[in-house]
């Protein structure tokens, strides 16, 4: 199964933009990039997707590499309730592997 | 409101003692999972059901069973609980079956404890 690398953890202060990246060097012509997120003491929420361009939508963007061997999640102006593990995962027919994800904290 | 239930939120058993965890999902989805979370392990899946009375196994089927009757229900059950099957359990469930781009949904989550 390919597999996503993610950095354990990550700060950012309010109101700044936060670039979450996520290293996906295996990665096969027809998986999609998926980000999720879990809040504390919630399930895991899905955020954004895409296949080869960049998306964006009321959360986040989502930029992925030329080459498709990475990709960076942005949150444009984080908020405290920002404050989550965030998961990228390649999804090949619903198939979801999570990872270690990267908890991002949030600081007022 | 489009959702997936879970129940019950919250459990507290005995080894060998049989229990059912139900999962409801009301937008008509196709695809169901089940997944359990533990520390340092991260999320992974039990159980998935492509449509109804289709089922497989995931990446850690030992000592689960799971049913599709119908397509809004996929219990989860345990026939005899043992104390590794403490942990967090979510319920999951996406619209389409074999579609690498749609969304999945989560339930609330299900903590359990096998004592």
């Known amino acids: 199964d390919a597999k996503t690398t993610q950095p354990n953890s990550m700060e950012s202060n309010e109101e700044e933009p936060v670039h979450l990246p996520c290293n996906h060097s295996?990665?096969?012509?027809?998986?999609?990039i998926h980000w999720y997120r879990q809040l504390p003491s919630q399930g895991p929420e899905y955020v954004i997707h895409?296949?080869?361009s960049n998306v964006n939508n009321r959360m986040a963007s989502l930029a992925i590499a030329e080459d498709r061997k990475s990709s960076t999640l942005i949150l444009h102006r984080a908020t405290l309730r920002d404050a989550a593990v965030y998961y990228c995962?390649?999804?090949?027919?619903?198939?979801?592997?999570f990872g270690g994800g990267t908890r991002l904290m949030v600081k007022p | 409101e489009a959702q997936v239930t879970q129940n019950p939120r919250y459990l507290i058993t005995v080894t060998g003692k049989k229990l059912t965890v139900t999962c409801s999902q009301n937008?008509?989805?196709?695809?169901m999972s089940w997944y359990r979370q533990d520390p340092g392990l991260g999320l992974r899946q039990i159980y998935y059901?492509?449509?109804?009375?289709?089922?497989d196994k995931g990446d850690v089927p030992e000592g689960y069973k799971v049913s599709r009757k119908e397509k809004r229900n996929f219990p989860l059950i345990l026939e005899s609980p043992s104390p590794n099957q403490t942990s967090l359990y979510f319920c999951?469930?996406?619209?389409?079956?074999?579609?690498?781009?749609?969304?999945?949904?989560f339930g609330p989550g299900t903590r359990l404890t096998v004592l």
């Open positions: 999951a469930s996406s619209l389409f079956s074999g579609s690498s781009y749609n969304e999945q949904f």
């Open positions: 059901s492509m449509n109804v009375e289709v089922t």
């Open positions: 295996t990665i096969s012509g027809t998986d999609y």
């Open positions: 937008m008509n989805h196709e695809y």
């Open positions: 995962i390649l999804n090949a027919g619903n198939m979801l592997t």
């Open positions: 895409g296949l080869t």
